[in-house]
């Protein structure tokens, strides 16, 4: 059974601090994709590492792929009030499709 | 992204009744899509597979006779909730997979309270 441990589950910081969220597993994903979600809504793509090692860039956000496929992370820099919300990876094994998701960090920045 | 779209956004329903809720994948045909249910400030659990043409495949625990999954059409897949209980009540979210990216696309959930 394919398992993604997410850390940290709440993490609650001031304005302009830099975080990061650490998704590990003992097995290999195909692609690894993160997601926030907020109140009453449905999870949206931030972005899909493929390639181990692979660092990707969102504004003040980096998504980094373990050299082995098997752990991921996000770092925010200068975190603002508006990136408050759920964050969660999600791996893609070899099940058909299926999505192993992370337990989930509920991120809050105060102003 | 690509959109899906769930409806209703949120319905309240008697004990005993049953709920249908649907789940389109409007930019794209959707052979895969999934079901989750998810409880306040908690991740997504997943409760069946939605394949078109065939039948679903449900998670270890969840009730397939009361979660009745249909996937009629490459862009459409229901889920009616039979029987509801109060403690059905949810946040039920779907999906539809690209199969070419591997990646998931979320409608926007729906809320169901059963009084």
Known sequence: TQLLEQSPQFLSIQEGENLTVYCNSSSVFSSLQWYRQEPGEGPVLLV????????????????????????????????????????????AGNQGGKLIFGQGTELSVKP | GAVVSQHPSWVICKSGTSVKIECRSLDFQATTMFWYRQFPKQSLMLMATSNEGSKATYEQGVEKDKFLINH???????????????EDSSFYICSALNWNSYEQYFGPGTRLTVT
């Open chain 1, 48 to 91: 899909t590492v493929v390639t181990g090692g692979e660092v990707k860039k969102l504004k003040r956000l980096t998504f980094q792929f373990g050299d082995a496929r098997k752990d991921s992370s996000l770092h925010i820099t200068a975190a603002q009030p508006g990136d408050t919300g759920l964050y969660l990876c999600a791996g």
């Open chain 2, 72 to 86: 009629a059409s490459l862009t459409l897949s229901t889920l009616t909730v039979t029987s509801a209980h109060p």
